[in-house]
């Protein structure tokens, strides 16, 4: 499994636009890359998954260079409520099971 | 449609107890899988089942078991538990039994061991 790493946290203001990058050396072909969002004392929130170049849903953005070893989960204006905790991970599309394996992830502070 | 349900949400057990916690995934959904989370170790895999068959495994003692119904429902159970089981379980519920597809998390039991 690739492992991945991402900043501990961040800090950002209303408004702004927030970009986390991950990285992940060891990707391997049948890996997809995936984010998930977690708010205290809840389980984590699926939010955008992509293999290669740009993928944009109505939350986030996830870029994705040609060379997969890293990715950056775009978050255009946020507000107060992004504030959580956010995980990069490397899922294998192999059929392998579901096992996801969850780093220390980049705790998000959005200040007013 | 409902999401995933966990029951129940709180938990206080003795150490040496034993406990038993219930994941009712979303209709549909054949694979189950567990998770515990604390503040030191953060989130890790405990184990998933698929069609009533546990197809991965963490690294954790034998202590800790599940199972699956035919209905999907899953339910995991802790033995002589211990200080350190103090933490908050999750149960995530997918359609198929691929990482590579969204899983949905459930509330979480937070078991407390004194």
């Known amino acids: 499994l690739a492992k991945t790493t991402q900043p501990i946290s961040m800090d950002s203001y209303e408004g702004q636009e927030v970009n986390i990058t991950c990285s992940h050396n060891?990707?391997?072909?049948?890996?997809?890359i995936t984010w998930y969002q977690q708010f205290p004392s809840q389980g984590p929130r699926f939010i955008i998954q992509g293999y290669k170049t740009k993928v944009t849903n109505e939350v986030a953005s996830l870029f994705i260079p040609a060379d997969r070893k890293s990715s950056t989960l775009s978050l255009p204006r946020v507000s107060l409520s992004d504030t959580a905790v956010y995980y990069c991970l490397v899922v294998g599309g192999n059929n392998a099971g579901n096992m996801l394996t969850f780093g220390g992830g980049t705790r998000l502070m959005v200040k007013p | 449609k409902a999401g995933v349900t966990q029951t129940p949400r709180y938990l206080i057990k003795t150490r040496g107890q034993q406990v038993t916690l219930s994941c009712s995934p979303i209709?549909?959904?054949?694979?189950v899988s567990w998770y515990q989370q604390t503040p030191g170790q953060g989130l890790q895999f405990l184990f998933e089942y698929f069609s009533e068959t546990q197809r991965n495994k963490g690294n954790f003692p034998g202590r800790f078991s599940g199972r699956q119904f035919s209905n999907s429902r899953s339910e995991m159970n802790v033995s002589t538990l211990e200080l350190g089981d103090s933490a908050l379980y999750l149960c995530?519920?997918?359609?198929?039994?691929?990482?590579?597809?969204?899983?949905?998390f459930g509330p979480g039991t937070r078991l407390t061991v004194t």
């Open positions: 995530a519920s997918s359609l198929l039994s691929d990482s590579s597809y969204e899983q949905y």
């Open positions: 060891n990707i391997a072909t049948n890996d997809y």
């Open positions: 209709s549909g959904h054949r694979s």
